[in-house]
């Protein structure tokens, strides 16, 4: 239950603040805990993408006032922005804004992929591991990414969320950085910078590694959306991602030699948790019970990063997917996890096995997409936005307006309970509502 004290927590909730940079954690209830140290992830881990790093040098006095805050409201004595050293911008803005009382320091991070995993984030910031299973608030650690902290900060304001900055990268005339109301169209968000460069072309939304190629070009821009990355359709990152998965298993279960270089390069595994995605897919291939087969049950512990499968096995296996979908199942059965060492020890060797971003791109054939996407600050029009009722874990908000209302930019049009799992939805443009469904709200723009 939320108090109606006026707190951050409130605050944070009415705006319908969700973690910018992930499944979309609502807020409200991750700052509503007690904290050591506070992390802003700028680490922006993914080739290709942008909005974080330019952000964190345009945006940086609203993070770090969201950063402080939090700080504050979760009892931190300390914070910190963990971001690439190669970030230039961003640290030269945040260094200059840093007061020595702040209690706020810059960690920079090597470029590989992925220092922006938070489990592997905690480990570099503070040599803290977060035991399989858990949060970073399990080790005293409250993460979350350099929007939310902007989101934060304009919540403590009164204002709603209502945009997103967004990469838009890949085949299109003119890679950019845009700010655009939620519910935008992915084809609007194109057509802004430049349109495609291929025909028929295909939309990952989200990093080439752990984003998903979207259905159709009229889905919409949702809190969550950090980059659209427009490629060819028979592009490998495209194709990987959108075999069918009875095809993947039954090719895991024919070829998969065993060669343990999976394990050698698991982000998880290397921090120390009981866990070998080779066992897993060795289980898979003698077919073995999911909870009754040890081997199998640890997939729980994959983040789905993919670097396993992209980078290091040589049959490029997708087993970061295989472990998302029986991590899913093992939920679905309510399997209760095995219990995990309290404290995981990293491999000595972790320092030497870490894959640098740059690599990944050229081994993900992206190196030719690898281009400056700059921010491009003018507000765009949108006719018709499509507003989803759910872009967050937890419930779908409900709606509260009706056909044909007339709203303005950031009235509340879907309603959710105080202390309720989920996040309230706002109007991201004024204009008169045109559809209402269970899932979205249509608003057209005047
Ligand atoms: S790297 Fe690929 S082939 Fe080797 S053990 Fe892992 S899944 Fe099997
Ligand atoms: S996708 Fe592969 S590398 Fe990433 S956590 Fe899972 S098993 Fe490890």
Same mark, same amino acid.
């Given at each position: ?25 609502? !807020? ?56 690439? +050293? ?29 220092? @922006? ?6 480990? +570099? ?58 519910? !935008? ?33 009229? +889905?919409?821009?949702?809190?969550? !959306? ?44 290397? #921090? ?15 077919? #073995? ?81 690898? #281009? ?25 908000? @409900? ?48």
């Amino acid at each position: 239950m939320i108090a109606k004290n006026d707190s951050l927590v409130e605050r944070v909730w009415r705006a319908g603040v969700v973690g910018a940079g992930g499944a979309g954690f609502p !807020t409200w209830k991750k700052i509503d805990a007690r904290a050591e140290i506070v992390i802003v992830n700028g680490a922006e881990c993914e080739p290709l993408l942008r909005n974080d790093q330019q952000l964190m040098a345009s945006r940086a006095a609203e993070i770090l006032r969201g950063l402080k805050l939090v700080m504050k409201a979760v009892g931190a004595k300390e914070g910190v922005v963990a971001l690439k +050293e190669k970030y230039r911008a961003a640290i030269g803005e945040l260094s200059r804004l840093i007061k020595p009382a702040d209690g706020v320091r810059l960690h920079p991070l090597k470029g590989v992929y992925p220092a @922006g995993d938070e489990f592997v984030l905690v480990y +570099e910031v503070c040599r803290r591991v977060v035991p399989a299973g858990k949060i970073p608030l399990a080790v005293g650690v409250l993460v979350s990414n350099p929007e939310t902290f902007l989101n934060i900060a304009r919540a403590e304001k009164g204002e709603a969320v209502t945009g997103r900055f967004l990469t838009v990268t890949g085949a299109v005339k003119r890679p950019k950085t845009l700010r655009l109301p939620i519910g !935008t169209p992915l084809k609007r968000a194109v057509e802004l910078a430049g349109g495609a460069t291929v025909e028929d072309p295909a939309l990952v939304v989200g990093g080439p590694m752990m984003g998903e190629v979207a259905s159709h070009d009229g +889905e919409p821009v949702t809190k969550t !959306t950090s980059s659209i990355i427009v490629l060819p359709r028979d592009h490998k990152v495209v194709v990987r991602k959108q075999q069918a998965l009875d095809f993947d298993l039954r090719k895991t279960m024919e070829i998969c030699c065993q060669c343990v270089y999976c394990t050698l390069i698991c982000p998880r595994s290397l #921090l120390g948790h009981e866990f070998k995605p080779h066992l897993v897919m060795r289980s898979l291939a003698l077919g #073995l019970p999911y909870p009754r087969s040890p081997g199998l049950s640890s997939a729980a512990a994959c983040c789905a990063c993919d670097l396993c499968g992209v980078y290091s096995c040589p049959m490029e296996l997708p087993i970061g997917r295989l472990n998302k979908k029986i991590a899913g199942e093992l939920e679905d059965w309510n399997w209760k996890r095995t219990p995990q060492p309290e404290r995981p020890r990293p491999a000595p060797l972790r320092e030497y096995s870490l894959v640098p971003v740059s690599r990944l791109t050229s081994r993900l054939e992206l190196k030719d997409y690898d #281009l400056p996407a700059p921010t491009d600050d003018h507000d765009h029009t949108v006719d018709r936005v499509f507003i989803p009722l759910k872009q967050h874990i937890g419930r779908p908000a @409900g709606a509260v307006v009706k056909r044909n209302q007339k709203v303005k930019q950031g009235d509340l049009i879907g309603g959710m309970e105080p202390g309720e799992m989920g996040a309230r939805v706002h109007a991201s443009i004024s204009g008169t509502v045109r559809e209402v469904t269970a899932e979205m709200v249509v608003i057209e723009a005047g």
